[in-house]
């Protein structure tokens, strides 16, 4: 299982080592800064997957330090605040962090946080993570694996043929295949009569475009064949 590593920058060393106990108690690996500065230089050398940051700090103050780390990742990031800095709480959230706690706390509360974006973040994650089988074209989605077609997550029912055309496009897109070319590789037998193509075109359109007549998705190129748009 992999080890998650947790940097908490706090200015009090005993609230840093408390916490630290907590955290290593639950499994995940610490670092500990004193201040803003100190964090910046460990983030830059070890992978963090979550900071715990106080506000008030010498040098670079925790609202200071969650701007410049949010120039280059995007990991969560708990504040810890006393009552009296609310207005710097909320100037936190604003600017990059995830969830705050407010000082004094007890340490199951903080846990509680942490496990808590932990699992976002890991959830997050995986789905940036490509997929072989899976083929994102703009909000069209098929799924090779549970052979499933969605559009902006929603479901949308296709035919074994219909799904095997738009599988064979957009695995390719950009790219024109003719109405041969679909036939023999769907069929898997010789183009005779490919007219049986232009009607499972237009039925894939009228299953998959929010306007068919001005498709997002499936164009034709005239006189040339089918293709799957690109989407920036």
């Known amino acids: 299982m992999e080890t998650n590593h947790i940097l908490i920058v706090e200015d009090d060393k005993e609230i840093r080592e408390g916490v630290q106990i907590y955290l290593q108690s639950q499994g ?7 201040d803003g500065i100190e964090g910046l230089e460990i983030i830059d050398k070890e992978e963090i997957h979550l900071a715990v940051v ?27 605040s006393a009552k009296s800095e609310e207005v710097d709480k909320i100037t936190g959230l604003n600017l990059g962090a995830d969830d705050y706690v407010t000082k004094p706390f007890t340490p199951m509360e903080l846990m509680a946080r942490v496990n808590s974006q932990i699992r976002r973040y890991k959830r997050f994650m995986e789905k940036l993570e490509p997929k072989e089988n899976v083929h994102v074209i703009g909000g069209l989605e098929i799924n090779e694996d549970t052979v499933e077609v969605s559009v902006d997550g929603n479901p949308v029912k296709v035919t074994p043929i219909e799904y095997k055309i738009l599988l064979l496009l957009a695995k390719n897109p950009g790219h024109v295949f003719s109405a041969e070319e679909i036939y023999e590789r769907v069929w898997q037998e010789r183009a005779i009569n490919t007219d049986t193509i232009m009607v499972h075109v237009r039925n894939i359109r009228e299953k998959i475009e929010v ?13 040339v064949g089918y293709k799957i748009e690109k989407q920036s």
Do not use: C, H, S
Request: aromatic letters at 12%.
């Open 28 to 34: 995940y690996k610490v670092f500990q800064a004193a």
């Open 54 to 80: 106080d506000i008030m700090m010498p040098r670079m103050d925790g609202i200071q330090m969650t701007m410049k780390l949010r120039e280059k990742y995007d990991f969560p990031v708990i504040m810890l």
């Open 211 to 223: 306007n068919p007549k001005n498709p997002k998705y499936l164009k034709v190129v005239w006189g």
